[in-house]
């Protein structure tokens, strides 16, 4: 059994862990952040009538946690090795997800900058793989854990349900800037936010993208006649979100700019990296209304 508990960064270094597994002849990676622990596969508990890709569920300390075929959810022909098979049980979104791997490799120290974007061709509202790592003379995808679960239970994420239940308000002329590498997230925080009145949005891919914005802005003059507040996703190829907020309180025309973190990864024991970094506040997905509300309290 593999645990995370040891693995702790400083917040803002734009540094993350992964650990890399295979299926089949693929590589993988998922951040440490998101890793409770790893175990041996063991057997599962069907559930009926679950989603295809639900192998099933067991009880570890206790506690039920769903089991997911990565395999079936990535659309890979694999069958696993029992002898090398594994359990990689997560926590994100709230939730305590178990993914179904085949052999653990090793776990990487890395910076954000070594992760590319998957190209246009393959970066729309349907991919799964949301960055890539050329490591060893060979390459290490990155899934998005969180698009497939939300593909599985569209409740474990902003769906347009929870958009339409929101209020409508009249249109503010005050300007959101939102980082966030997922294409379907960003699509959903720009309804959320138009729907909610906010419809100036500044939409950047990743946390460079973004900090390259502000920067420019601040060029202009007085940083606050462009933006008035930013939104920030944390796990994003190029530069993340504490890193990309670290930079944003360091700047001496840019640290009285609100910034909320709304990211899968808000949870108790991570939410002091936010803290350390001055995040205004901090949100977990899919939490919308939250978000709004801290939206209507912190935006200048």
């Known amino acids: 059994m593999v645990s995370n508990d040891s693995i702790l960064l400083e917040s803002g270094t734009n540094e993350l862990e ?10 993988f990676g998922i951040n440490v952040i998101k890793v409770r622990e790893i175990i041996p596969a063991m057997p599962v508990t069907k559930v009926p009538f679950s989603h295809p890709h639900v192998e099933g569920v067991i009880s570890l300390r206790n506690e039920v946690i769903p089991v997911v075929n990565l395999a079936e959810s990535l659309r890979l022909p694999v069958k696993y090795d029992e002898k090398d098979e594994k359990f990689i049980i997560t926590e994100f979104n709230k939730l305590k997800v178990a993914f179904h791997v085949e052999k653990i490799i090793r776990i990487h120290r890395i910076s954000w900058e070594q ?5 246009e061709l393959a970066k729309n509202l349907e991919s799964l793989i949301t960055g890539i790592i050329q490591l060893d003379n060979d390459m290490i995808l990155l899934p998005d854990f969180e698009k497939i679960i939300f593909n599985i239970n569209p409740n474990t994420g902003i769906s347009e349900e929870r958009i339409k239940q ?6 503010s002329e005050k300007t ?3 980082a966030e590498d997922s294409p379907l ?6 309804q959320t936010l138009k729907k909610v009145g906010y419809v100036n949005i500044e939409v950047c891919h990743d946390g460079e993208e973004a900090f ?3 920067l420019a802005f601040a060029e202009k003059g007085d940083v606050a006649d462009h933006v008035q507040l930013v939104i920030t996703d944390i796990e994003m190829p190029k530069m993340d979100g504490h890193h990309l ?9 840019l640290k009285h700019l609100p910034v909320i973190i709304f990211s899968s990864l808000i949870t108790t024991d991570l939410r002091h990296k936010g803290e350390q970094v001055g995040a205004d506040a901090q949100v977990s997905k899919p939490e919308v209304d939250e978000l709004v509300k801290y939206v209507d309290k912190h935006i200048l």
């Open 185 to 190: 997230l960003r699509e959903m925080l720009q």
């Open 212 to 214: 390259n914005k502000l």
């Open 115 to 119: 992760i590319e974007q998957p190209n």
């Open 245 to 253: 907020t670290k930079q944003i309180k360091e700047h001496d025309q």
């Open 176 to 178: 959101i800037l939102i």
């Open 166 to 171: 929101l209020d409508e308000r009249e249109r």
């Open 18 to 27: 992964i650990v890399e597994f295979t299926i089949g002849t693929n590589r």
